[in-house]
Antibody, heavy 119, light 114 residues
């Protein structure tokens, strides 16, 4: 089955860290760009970060630049998001989203993992 | 950044009637070398992840009913549902992928049944 499954979310204090994972299956993970998109409670979609097919190029929203790091492990078919210096405004459901080849529209989404930043 | 602005913010349409959602980008998302508009549309139902409906502004994703259509070019785009069904109640988002620095979504349009 073609799917993306996120994990690693939870409750963390401001200033803390979390590492999200996204396990991919049913498609050739190494052939597509991958992304993280988040949605704060009751709000719209916000693209967070993307990574090229090779992993050699990474892109970040200004809101997370310098705090978050995206990476991919193609042999393990897994996408990661290391989140440091977390803030209350990072509270959201984080979705893993697959691009199409090298193109950044998203034809497959995971169900998301909730990150709550609160003391 | 390319700013995506959708209108209206919410919309109520009777079953079987046409629904039209607009999306305007702050700069052109038409890549002239391949004559493609880097614009996608998504549908998000409550408690679910977004679902891709349309890409390249007018290409319907496999499995999407043909009552959904996309049109427009440059900076002005439209998502049309030709005959609204109950299962189409959702929030709809446009997204530009012309620039990855950053990729941007519209604010969303909530579609309800009148």
């Amino acid at each position: 089955e073609v799917q993306l499954v996120e994990s690693g979310g939870g409750l963390v204090q401001p200033g803390g860290s979390l590492r999200l994972s996204c396990a991919a299956s049913g498609f050739t993970f190494s052939s597509d760009v991958m992304n993280w998109v988040r949605q704060a409670p009751g709000k719209g979609l916000e693209w967070v970060s993307g990574i090229s097919v090779s992993g050699g190029s990474t892109y970040y929203a200004d809101s997370v630049k310098g705090r978050f790091t995206i990476s991919r492990d193609s042999p393990e078919n897994t996408l990661y998001l290391q989140m440091n210096s977390l803030r209350a405004e990072d509270t959201a459901v984080y979705y893993c989203a697959k691009g199409v080849g090298g193109i950044y529209y998203f034809d497959l989404w995971g169900r998301g993992t909730l990150v709550t930043v609160s003391s | 950044d390319i700013v995506m602005t959708q209108s209206p913010d919410s919309l109520a349409v009777s079953l079987g009637e046409r629904a039209t959602i607009n999306c305007k980008s702050s700069q052109s998302v038409l890549y002239r070398s391949n004559n493609k508009n880097y614009l996608a549309w998504y549908q998000q139902k409550p408690g679910q992840p977004p679902k891709l409906l349309i890409y390249w502004a007018s290409t319907r994703e496999s499995g999407v009913p043909d009552r959904f259509s996309g049109s427009g070019s440059g900076t002005d785009f439209t998502l049309t549902i030709s005959s609204l069904q109950a299962e189409d109640v959702a929030v709809y988002y446009c997204q530009q992928y012309y620039s990855t620095l950053p990729i941007t979504f519209g604010q969303g349009t909530r579609l309800e049944i009148k």
